[in-house]
């Protein structure tokens, strides 16, 4: 984004604009940092090349292919040349006469931050004198004197014209260096794009928002810098904003598969687009999982009175059915009780998977060390599948562990291994691949060798209630895998390959950190039996355990044990004081505390303890309670 010019900068502009010279400022990187509208006429260059960023080599090159150098031979050994000179810049003076037959002045300066800056001066009228007056010296004196009084006049007008231009020049530079600072700091893509569609300015930022983009993009086409693929994504937006119309939109970056955030602002001063892009990858993945979870509130507050209501009417259907079983019936009847009776039974099931769909559920991701999951999961799997149909795991993801709910993930993957099975028929294959894409995703994918999905399938398959299994499927497999990935802000994708049918789940990539060091964790508990138990584990872990079975033992042993580097209590203790009791007394500065629960989350208890501490859902093992500790009660 270009930055707003201050009144200074207006003024410093309107003066350039007003001498008779031509001014041109590059930087060490040879690229435009100011010029004045006389540059641009004198060589009448086209806007591109007098924008803050244009190439000193393409201007260069357009003037010699124009043949303002007049014949220079091999061009792109010309403009090497010139560019060579330029990065070993010196002072100097010279004189050329173009191939329009004008005479300039040359004089350049470096500058101390590296670059220069040159003033080019229309000498066609003094030549021209001079040449008069050398061939009528004796007959001109008088304009000679008076000619000469004007060249000198017009030096010292040039160097105060120079020394004005170099101070406006230290002005504008340091004026520069502030703005890009505070631009680089701003975790964000932050640039202006000219009517042409090429970068005017641009902070550093353009390849961390959009990894594969041009760090450096001044002076290029959005499409050379973004790539052929984004840059027809966000085009109509650009000539919205061409148009005078702002936006602000989201898109996939699917070099990355970054969700980014884009505003446009016109720019209704001199034309083009000012640009703000944003990562926003981790926000769409929690807003993702919010919604699903709105969601399914609402799906239990439509669902649980019909469900009832249903419940009770199966109740009485079964009840009634039973009575017929034990009656003197005609023949065939009997058949038709146990069909009755066998329908019954299965809508009761249908009722327990809705409320599994429906009913609370969080997701609670612990750090899981993805091989070990992976063998877990092929263990079960296998016994689930025919000896002619082969699966095969690949973890293409490498070793480390990453914040998983291990139980949600090895029911859905579970699923969609049986679906393929189902898929295969009696022979077949499976592949079930584990890879992380581009440091955002953890991608699952289940292929098989079967059919593949119909056109009705890709369309309605994470639809619930649709199967195309007749009367032996619920519909509610797929329909379970998305809303269980969708609660962990993910993605669930149906494609068909040359071979069969894939189904592509994606989870945010959150790496679990290492687990820290052991220490001596004083243990509240109040139940003998479950406190041996969690000891158990903690010395597994390598801790030392201190044992109380009350808040009032616990506060009374801390201040004898100033080593105890952590607290681990249950919330529901014996006597009258609860685990957020003993959160509540702590001495300041107290060691990290942490509860453990068997109350259900929305159990008002258990809400309240949230609000004070980390806490862990019993039952739990080993692992999740040293990754719950390591994790400092990271969920």
């Known amino acids: 984004m270009t930055p707003a010019p201050t009144d200074t900068d207006t003024m410093t502009m309107a003066g350039l604009n007003l001498i008779q010279q031509a001014l041109s400022i590059y930087d060490a990187n040879l690229r435009l940092a100011v010029c004045n509208q006389r540059f641009q006429e004198m060589f009448a ?3 591109h090349l007098v924008t803050p960023g244009a190439s000193f080599a393409d201007t260069i090159r357009h003037l010699a292919e124009r043949g303002d150098y007049g014949d220079v031979g091999d061009v792109a050994a010309f403009v090497r ?5 330029a990065r070993a810049f010196e002072p100097h003076y010279m004189e050329r006469t173009r191939a329009n037959g004008r005479t300039i002045s040359v004089e350049g300066t470096p500058l ?3 670059g220069w800056v040159t003033v080019y001066t229309d000498i066609t009228r003094t030549k021209r004198q001079e040449a008069l007056l050398r061939a009528r010296s004796a007959e001109l004196s008088d304009q000679l004197l008076s000619y000469s009084e004007e060249l000198a006049a017009t030096n010292r007008e040039l160097s105060a014209t120079i020394t004005a231009l170099e101070e406006a020049k230290r002005q504008l530079t340091a004026s520069e260096a502030r703005t890009r600072l505070t631009t680089e700091m701003m975790p964000a893509h932050i640039a ?39 840059f027809a994504v966000i085009a109509p937006y650009l000539d919205r904003a061409d148009r005078g119309e702002p936006s602000v939109f989201e898109f996939t970056h699917e070099p990355s598969s970054r969700r980014i955030r884009v505003a446009f602002t016109p720019d ?18 929690t807003r993702a999982a919010l919604q699903q979870t709105r969601r399914r509130e609402m799906a239990a507050q439509l669902t649980s009175g019909l469900a009832h209501d249903f419940s009770n009417l199966l109740t009485i259907i079964l009840g009634l059915q039973s009575k017929l079983q034990r009656m003197d019936l005609p023949a065939g009847a009997e058949e038709m009780v146990a069909g009755t009776l066998a329908a019954a039974r299965r809508g009761g099931g249908l009722l327990n ?5 429906t009913g609370p559920r969080e997701h609670a991701p612990v750090p899981t060390d993805l091989a070990n999951f992976l063998g877990d999961l092929e263990t079960l799997a296998r016994s689930t599948l025919p000896d002619a149909v082969t699966l095969t795991v690949n ?26 099975r189902d898929a295969c028929g009696p022979r077949g294959r499976i592949d079930l691949t584990a890879r992380l894409v581009q440091d955002t995703w953890l991608e699952f994918t289940i292929s098989d060798t079967g059919p593949g999905f119909s056109d009705e399938a890709l369309a309605h398959a994470l639809d619930p209630f649709f199967t195309t299994k007749g009367g032996e499927g619920s519909g509610l497999g797929l329909s379970m895998v998305y809303d269980m990935t969708k609660l962990a802000g993910g993605r669930v994708t149906l494609n068909n390959t040359d071979t069969g049918g894939q189904v592509t789940l994606r989870l945010p990539l959150r790496r679990a950190d290492r687990p820290g060091d052991p220490g001596l964790v004083l243990l509240v508990e109040d139940s003998p039996d479950l406190r041996g138990a969690v000891r158990d584990m903690l010395r597994e872990a390598g801790h030392a355990v201190v044992e109380a ?19 681990l209590s249950d919330i529901s203790l014996e006597g009258a004081r609860t685990g957020l009791d003993l959160i509540d007394a702590l001495p300041e500065g107290h060691c990290p505390a942490y509860l453990m629960t068997s109350l259900p989350p929305d159990d008002p208890l258990h809400r309240a303890a949230r609000a004070r501490a980390p806490v862990l859902r019993k039952p739990f093992t080993s692992a999740q309670l040293d990754a719950f500790l390591a994790g400092g009660g990271a969920p």
Do not use: C, K, W
């Open 45 to 47: 260059l086209p806007d």
């Open 81 to 85: 040349a010139r560019v060579d000179q």
């Open 112 to 114: 101390p931050e590296g």
């Open 192 to 230: 202006h794009v000219g009517r042409d569609r090429r970068y005017t300015y641009s902070n550093r930022r353009l390849s961390t928002v959009m990894p594969g983009s041009q760090s450096d993009p001044v002076g290029l086409h959005a499409r050379d810098a973004l790539g052929e693929e984004t």
């Open 268 to 285: 209704e001063t001199e034309g083009g687009v000012y640009i703000l892009s944003m990562d926003i990858t981790e926000e769409a993945q």
């Open 353 to 357: 998977r809705i409320a599994d769909m």
């Open 395 to 420: 973890n293409l993801a490498g070793s480390g562990a990453f914040l998983l709910d291990a139980a949600m993930l090895q029911d859905s993957l579970l699923n969609l291994v049986i679906n393929a």
């Open 549 to 567: 079975a009350s808040a009032g033992e616990a506060l009374a042993l801390l201040p004898d044990l100033p080593e105890i580097s952590a607290l």
